[in-house]
């Protein structure tokens, strides 16, 4: 099943400075993502994150899209990780 909105907020919490532009993601962040991307089986869990990021992402102030996918790289996970900006079709 699908993390909730607020599941994913928590999960993804500790990524918030690396996306702002920090060198490497913080600790935390790759644990919470490897936990997110272990929910994210169906590509409905997807896009349920994804749209969920899509509207809170916003309100955390200029991040780079781009970042996301290097969670990913950085954390050694093989979900692939899209760059999420407030006009990504999640589909």
């Keep these: 099943a699908a ?3 607020q599941e994913v907020i928590v999960s993804i ?3 918030l400075s690396f996306i702002k532009g920090q060198p490497d993601p913080a600790p935390g962040c790759c644990s919470g993502a490897k936990g997110l991307a272990k929910q994210a089986n169906t590509k409905l ?3 349920g994150i ?3 990021l899509k ?5 955390i102030g200029p991040y780079d899209p781009k ?3 290097l ?3 950085k ?3 093989n979900t692939l990780i899209p760059p999420i900006s407030a006009t990504t079709d999640c589909t």
């Design 3 to 5: 993390p909730s909105c």
């Design 13 to 15: 919490t500790p990524c």
């Design 45 to 47: 869990d997807r896009q």
């Design 50 to 52: 994804c749209e969920c």
């Design 55 to 59: 509207g809170v992402l916003p309100k």
């Design 67 to 69: 970042r996301f996918p």
């Design 71 to 73: 969670i990913a790289q």
């Design 75 to 77: 954390c050694g996970i």
